[in-house]
Nanobody, 128 residues
Framework: QLQLVESGGGLVQPGGSLRLSCTASGYILDYYAIGWFRQVPGKESEGVSCISASSDASTYYADSVKGRFTISRDSAKNTVYLQMNSLKPEDTATYYC????????????????????WGQGTQVTVSS
């Protein structure tokens, strides 16, 4: 069973940066489409960004984060990163990484229903 682990969340002032990491043991993340989603209590999950499996490597971003967030892979570290710059208070949420089932190489951010494996989440708080 693929288990994902997020890290890198924390408290940051508006305008600051954080880098979230998503890693797994025993499975090569290059083969998986990975998405980052965020959720605020009482609101629906929002797709933030995703990266397709390395054979495709296409990336997508929500309009709300375009130009500020960057998703990438480090194959040697078996890690997917979400670099978040120019953070705003409205970016405050719990961030989750998720993987589509093996064999589904394309990622999407319009729905989280297509993702099978989820991490435990990491809290990002943007506040002065």
């Amino acid at each position: 069973q693929l288990q994902l682990v997020e890290s890198g969340g924390g408290l940051v002032q508006p305008g600051g940066s954080l880098r979230l990491s998503c890693t797994a043991s025993g499975y090569i993340l290059d083969y998986y489409a990975i998405g980052w989603f965020r959720q605020v209590p009482g609101k629906e999950s929002e797709g933030v960004s995703c990266i397709s499996a390395s054979s495709d490597a296409s990336t997508y971003y929500a309009d709300s984060v375009k130009g500020r967030f960057t998703i990438s892979r480090d194959s040697a570290k078996n890690t997917v990163y979400l670099q978040m710059n120019s953070l705003k208070p409205e970016d405050t949420a719990t961030y989750y990484c998720a993987a589509r089932p093996a064999g589904f190489r394309l990622c999407v951010i319009t729905t989280d229903d297509l993702y099978e494996h989820w991490g435990q989440g990491t809290q990002v708080t943007v506040s002065s």
